[in-house]
C-alpha cells in the first residue's frame, strides 16, 4: 500500500494576474451567506467592498479589481445550496483602495479594534474550501480561548500552500499571529511547523510529521492541548486554529490596511509537479489552469482543497475562493470510480483509523443512516480524514457515508429540537 | 464555447489500489505452484477436481445471483477462489457428484443465502467441505478415495501417524506434498505463497500469525498423543505445522476477511483459538483430518462477539 506523505516544497511562489472578470459568490467561508452592498452596473473601486457581513463572526467580501458590475445572479455553493453571486469587469491592476494602516504594538490595542478591523478587511479563515469546522471563525471577546494554534504545515499532501507562505514571509506571518492572539485573547501561542522549517518561527512549536494526518487540524489541536474535543461541539472553546495564511491576511490588514482580495492555491494535475499562485478571488478555475498548461477536458476530474477531503467541481468555470487551498486536475484515466458493493470485513479500514474507530461496522449503519449504532460505533470521533475511504478493499464511498450519516444526525437534532 | 463535462465524485479521490477482484486473483495467483503440483502428483484426477471445482462454484454464483435478480458478480472472483481452495483440500480420486455437491453448498448455503460477498457469518469454502465430509465420510477419505488412483500406495501423513507409523511421515516429503493427501498437500508452496500474501498486506496477518502459534503450542502440548496408546515416541511439531492443511487454513482459511474479527486483539485471540482448537480436534477428535477445518469453523462463530474488544476511540470519553 503506498503511504501517504507530505512531499517537501519544490517551487517559488506565483503571482496570477490578468484576469478582467472575476466572480464572486457572496459565501466564501462558513454558511452565512453575505449581504450584497453593490447592484448591477455599479462601477467598483479596487478593495471596495461588495459583500457585507450579517452577523459578527463572519468577515465581508471586498473586489479584486477596479471595474463595473455586470451581474448578480444565484450560483450553486459547495454546499450544493443557492448563494447570490457578484460578477465584475475591469482592471484588475489599479491602486487599491485601503483602510488606514494601524502602527500601534499588538500589546497596546484593545481586541475589539483589531476584531473590527479584520471584520472590515475581510480577514475569514482561509482555506479547507471554507467549511472546516476546525478553522473557527473570529469569535465573540468573552470566549477567549486558552490556545492559539497557527497552522503553518499543510493538512493534505499535494498541498503546499500554507508553507509556502510562511516560507515567503516568515516575519509577516509571526506578526499576523500575534496581532490574532490579541483579537481572540488566547494566552499561549503555538505554531505548527514541519521539520524543514522549525527554526522559522519563534516561539513554542509543534512539529508536523511526515505522514498523512498529522497536519489534520484535530489531530494537531489534540497534540497541542492533550485531548480530541470532538464530543463538545464545535468550535472547541479551548484552542482556536487558524493557518498561516490567515495569519498573513491579518497582518496585511492591520498594519497595511490591505483587505483580503487573494488567496494562495497550489495548482497541479496528478503526476506533474503542482506550482503555488496568489490568485485574485473570484478568478475561474480554467483560467488558473491554463496558467500552468493545464486544461480540463471531457470526463476529467477537477477538485479544489486536497486529494482525500477535497470537493469535485462540476463547473471549470467555478470561481477561486477564500476557501480555496488546492486546484487539481486528474485525467480522465487517473479518475478512481467507488463501487456500490457490500463491505467484506478485510479490516483495513480499522488498522488505518487514526481514531482507533471500528469503521468497517460505523460505515456499514452510516449508510442506511442508522445514526444510533453509528454513534455507538464512535461516529463522533470521526475527524473525516479519509484514509478508511483509500484504502478499503471493495472501494466503498466510506467518507460519503460518515458524512452523510453526520448530516442525518444533525437534521434529527433540529427536528428534536424545534419539536 | 463548448461546455466541458466533468467527473463529479465523493472525496477523496485517491485509492491505494486495492480491490476484491484484485486479492481473489493475487490469492489464487500464489496458489498456483501447489495446485501445480497437486496434478503433478494425481494427473488429471487432481486436475479435474480442480475445474470441476472452480466452475462448479461459478456457476452457482451465478445461478444464485440470477435467482435472486441481483447483479451478477463472477468478476470480482470470490466465487472462482472458494472453488479452488475447496479443491485444494479435497483428494484428487472424489466422484463428480460430490465435487458438485460440494461446490454448490459452499456457494449457495455457505455464501449466497446470506446475501453474499461480505455477509457469511462462516467461511463458505469450509462450509461445503464440512457439508460433503459429514454426509459421505467414506468417499472423502483421502486414503479410500486414492486409492481409485493407480501407482498410489501408503497411508495419508495424518492417518499415518494416527495409526502410530511415526517413521513413515517425513517432513521433507511432507512439505513437497510427496505423500497421499488432499491436492494442496504441498504445505511449503502454500507457505511461501501465504507469505507473499502477507507481506502484500492481503490477509490479516495477525491472525495467520496466531493461527500458526496456536498449532505449535497445541502440537507441543498433546501433539505426542496423536500416536495410539502403547507406542513410545514423539511427533515432530513442526511436522504437526505442515501436515493436514495446517498452512491452507493459517493464510488462506481463517483469514476470510468476512468471516474473521477485524480488531486487533481479537485477531489475535481468533487466530490462536482456530490453531489451538484444530490440534485439539486432530488429536482427540473423530474427524482428524478436518481439525483445521472445523477449528476455524467454531471460532468464527464467535468472531462478531470477539470484535467487542476494541480499543476506545479517541476523542471519546
Not at chain 1, 491602486?95 to 481586541?111: F, G, R, S, Y
Not at chain 2, 440470477?66 to 468478476?75: E, F, H, N, Y
Amino acid at each position: 500500500m503506498k503511504r501517504l506523505t507530505y512531499k517537501t516544497l519544490i517551487s517559488e511562489i506565483q503571482e496570477l494576474t490578468g484576469a478582467g472578470r472575476l466572480v464572486l459568490p457572496l459565501l466564501q467561508v462558513g454558511s452565512v451567506p453575505l449581504e450584497a452592498c453593490v447592484e448591477v452596473g455599479d462601477a467598483v473601486e479596487r478593495g471596495q467592498c461588495i459583500g457585507k457581513a450579517q452577523t459578527p463572526e463572519v468577515a465581508s467580501l471586498h473586489s479584486p479589481l477596479a471595474g463595473q458590475v455586470r451581474g448578480l445572479f444565484p450560483s450553486v455553493s459547495l454546499e450544493g445550496t443557492s448563494v447570490q453571486t457578484v460578477e465584475i469587469e475591469g482592471d484588475p491592476t489599479g491602486e487599491v483602495q485601503t483602510l488606514d494602516p494601524i502602527e500601534q504594538d499588538a500589546a497596546e490595542l484593545p481586541a475589539e479594534t483589531l476584531q473590527d478591523r479584520l471584520r472590515e478587511a475581510g480577514v475569514s479563515p482561509l482555506g479547507g474550501n471554507g467549511k472546516n469546522a476546525a478553522y473557527a471563525c473570529l469569535r465573540p471577546a468573552d470566549e477567549s480561548p486558552e490556545t492559539l494554534l497557527v497552522l503553518c504545515a499543510d493538512d493534505e499532501p499535494l498541498l503546499q500552500t500554507q508553507r509556502h507562505i510562511l516560507q515567503n514571509g516568515p516575519e509577516k506571518v509571526i506578526e499576523g499571529a500575534t496581532l490574532f492572539q490579541k483579537a481572540v485573547g488566547a494566552k499561549r501561542l503555538v505554531f505548527a511547523v514541519t521539520p524543514n522549517q522549525p527554526n522559522m518561527v519563534s516561539g513554542e512549536t509543534v512539529l508536523v510529521e511526515k505522514k498523512y494526518p498529522s497536519g489534520h487540524p484535530e489531530i494537531l489541536m489534540a497534540r497541542v492541548t492533550g485531548r480530541y474535543g470532538l464530543d463538545e461541539g464545535r468550535p472547541r472553546k479551548d484552542i482556536h486554529v487558524i493557518n498561516a495564511e490567515t495569519a498573513m491576511a491579518v497582518c496585511r490588514a492591520v498594519r497595511e490596511g490591505l483587505p483580503v482580495m487573494d488567496k494562495a492555491v497550489t495548482v497541479g494535475q496528478e503526476g506533474a509537479v503542482p506550482v503555488v499562485m496568489r490568485v485574485p478571488l473570484g478568478t475561474v478555475f480554467s483560467q488558473v489552469l491554463e496558467k500552468t498548461g493545464l486544461s480540463a477536458e471531457d470526463a476529467d476530474r477537477l477538485f479544489t482543497g486536497g486529494p482525500l477531503r477535497g470537493v469535485a467541481h462540476f463547473d471549470p468555470e467555478g470561481p477561486v475562493t477564500k476557501g480555496t487551498d488546492g486546484l487539481f486536475l486528474q485525467k480522465g484515466r487517473q479518475v478512481f470510480c467507488y463501487e456500490d458493493v457490500a463491505c467484506i470485513g478485510c479490516g483495513q479500514c480499522v488498522k488505518v483509523c487514526p481514531m482507533k474507530i471500528p469503521v468497517n461496522m460505523m460505515t456499514r449503519n452510516c449508510e442506511f443512516a442508522r445514526i444510533e449504532e453509528a454513534l455507538s460505533y464512535d461516529l463522533g470521533s470521526c475527524i473525516e480524514c479519509g484514509l478508511c475511504a483509500y484504502v478499503c478493499t471493495a472501494r466503498r464511498p466510506l467518507l460519503q457515508y460518515i458524512q452523510f450519516a453526520k448530516k442525518e444526525y444533525e437534521k434529527a437534532e433540529r427536528e428534536r429540537q424545534s419539536a | 464555447m463548448k461546455e466541458n463535462v466533468l467527473t463529479v465524485s465523493v472525496a477523496p479521490f485517491w485509492h491505494c489500489g486495492a480491490g476484491i477482484a484484485r486479492n481473489s486473483y493475487l490469492t489464487m495467483a500464489v496458489l498456483l505452484p501447489a495446485a501445480v503440483v497437486g496434478v503433478m502428483h494425481y494427473r488429471i484426477g487432481a486436475l479435474a477436481v480442480l475445474g470441476l471445482c472452480i466452475g462448479s462454484c461459478m456457476l452457482a454464483e451465478a445461478l444464485m445471483q440470477k435467482i435472486m435478480g441481483r447483479p451478477i458478480t463472477l468478476g470480482d472472483g470470490s466465487a472462482a477462489l472458494t472453488g479452488m481452495l475447496l479443491a485444494l483440500l479435497l483428494p484428487a480420486g472424489v466422484p463428480w457428484w460430490l465435487v458438485v455437491v460440494g461446490s454448490f453448498s459452499a456457494i449457495i448455503v455457505g455464501k449466497q443465502l446470506y446475501g453474499g460477498i461480505g455477509s457469511h457469518p462462516l467461511n463458505a469454502t469450509l462450509v461445503g467441505w464440512v457439508m460433503i465430509r459429514i454426509s459421505w465420510g467414506v468417499l472423502m477419505d483421502v486414503d479410500a478415495a486414492l486409492a481409485n488412483l493407480p501407482n498410489l500406495s501408503g497411508l495419508s501423513s495424518l492417518a499415518a501417524l494416527k495409526g502410530g507409523y511415526v517413521d513413515a511421515v517425513e517432513l521433507k516429503d511432507v512439505w513437497m506434498g510427496n505423500v497421499i493427501g488432499p491436492i494442496g498437500s504441498a504445505s511449503l508452496l502454500v507457505l511461501l505463497g501465504g507469505l507473499v500474501l502477507l507481506v502484500l498486506r492481503v490477509v490479516k496477518w495477525e491472525v495467520s500469525v496466531g493461527f500458526l502459534v496456536g498449532v505449535l503450542l497445541g502440537s507441543v502440548l498433546f501433539g505426542s498423543r496423536i500416536l495410539p496408546e502403547g507406542i513410545d515416541a514423539s511427533v515432530n511439531p513442526i511436522l504437526m505445522l505442515f501436515t493436514g492443511n495446517v498452512m491452507l487454513g493459517a493464510f488462506f482459511l481463517a483469514t476470510d476477511p468476512t468471516s474473521s474479527p477485524s480488531q486487533p486483539i481479537a485477531m489475535w485471540i481468533y487466530g490462536f483459538a482456530a490453531g489451538l482448537l484444530a490440534m485439539l480436534i486432530r488429536v482427540y477428535g473423530h474427524y482428524y483430518d478436518g481439525g483445521v477445518v472445523f477449528g476455524i469453523l467454531l471460532v468464527s462463530l464467535a468472531s462478531p462477539l470477539l470484535d467487542k474488544i476494541r480499543p476506545k476511540a479517541r476523542g471519546r470519553e
